[in-house]
DNA sequence: GTGGTCTAGACCACG
DNA sequence: GTGGTCTAGACCACT
């Protein structure tokens, strides 16, 4: 077993490990990486090679799992969800709605205009469809 | 003091407190409530209004003043800052595409196309700008 | 042998493999699609069969022999019992009682009167009434 | 502080220390034994007069608040919520019904007839309403 | 082997 | 003081 590719984590940075091992599946889950079906780590083997406890692993994984991102099949292991409809669809969108409204505000203030912000976001976007069609080939 | 009308702070959502309070300032400025200039309420004052701790406040304005939003002047007072020029512009630039990357992966998995996303991103930057002309009248 | 068409087991399920086989046994039985005196499978080909692992099939056998569902006769194979007469009785009761006030609790949270509790479960007997007259044609 | 009189854990029970917990406060809520706003008992605290790990306590709060039966004021502790409306609903009434199938086959296997496991839903409902009359004097 | 739970004790962010 | 995160290591249920 080696480290996935899929999946960088740095614990010195501020954000809690769980949290970035729950973003890069995510990551690599909307890049296509990691498709419907395919088997994740099992918690130990990713705690092992990540070099963290593994109940950080644990803690990733379930909510991943309430996220509808991933399945526990029993004694199996854990699996890319087949399907991805989470309950929580409504909050998390009002979440990402006041986060929006947040970073527009600080973009104002970092000198931008709101069209420069649309054309931030539009950089964004296009940045990731590219990395996207890299991943693919 | 009365507590300003700018301001509205709720010790129940999940973000700190501190954050909610740079948020409200950053957000009277960005919609011109406030004006370079003008000048803030005491930190005394201040946490006695909102009813928080009197670190709370002294937390919001040290940041505040890193990001030169405000400018603290000795013996005088605390004013919006006449020169808003932070010096970690780039730091936010790049924590704000960090975030931005994030939220489109979060759309992603909400079932978002990233035209979607793009067009979330949209309403949010009118529902602003509708919302600054009234604040204007 | 062929899967037994009265058994649906599903992995991905949160309810533990053999759980689901002993429920559908129960099921099965309370319906009367198995019959007093009807052999069941043995522990090898049910197991290969559903395609689980062997000591699961075991381990929901022995709770079934437990709860007098099933006989075991030595070199003879298993059979619905013809008295189920189980001793644990008590115990089940009040295990039963034990998840009834655990649902009435959830119930409220989730906003229903006690009144409306008691409907639910009326329309569960009524849908398990109705789906016992299918079964028998 | 002393231990809550609305809660009772026993460590050698099979339910995992945070369900009951979890149960523990869900049923004092249910009964209005603890009211919206009450303030519940500090993580620490709580955990040292159940005489459990800290973490645990964490864990039963944490599912409270997702189950939006508690929640947390920064810095201030964590109260009976005054908005119980959880965005779960469905699911939660999902595993109810399935719940109530599964206990009625069990008591046909206990031999009771469908009336009779109606019987004994009405005898927790009212031994419910009883004790909740016994509560509020 | 798999994931789930619990303990013990440390450290951090927030108020 | 509050809750949140992480580590280390143990034990259990299920397959």
Do not use: C
Not at 1 to 12: Q, S
Not at 43 to 61: C, G, P
Request: glycine residues 6%; proline residues 5%.
């Amino acid at each position: 077993m080696v480290k996935p590719m899929w999946l960088n984590i740095n614990p010195r940075l501020t954000d809690p490990i769980y949290i970035q091992i729950t973003r890069g599946v995510k990551s690599a889950v909307a890049k296509g990486v990691l498709q419907p079906g395919d088997k994740l780590p099992s918690v130990r083997e990713l705690a092992t090679e990540l070099a963290v406890n593994h109940n950080t692993v644990v803690k990733a994984y379930q909510e991943l799992e309430t996220d509808k991102v991933i399945e526990v099949i029993r004694g199996r292991g854990t699996f890319i969800s087949l399907n991805p409809n989470p309950s929580n669809r409504d909050e998390r969108m009002d979440e990402m709605r006041k986060s929006m409204r947040t970073w527009l505000i600080e973009s104002i203030h970092l000198g931008m205009s709101t069209d420069e912000f649309t054309d931030l976001v539009q950089e964004i976007v296009h940045e990731w469809n590219d990395g996207k069609e890299g991943e693919k080939e």
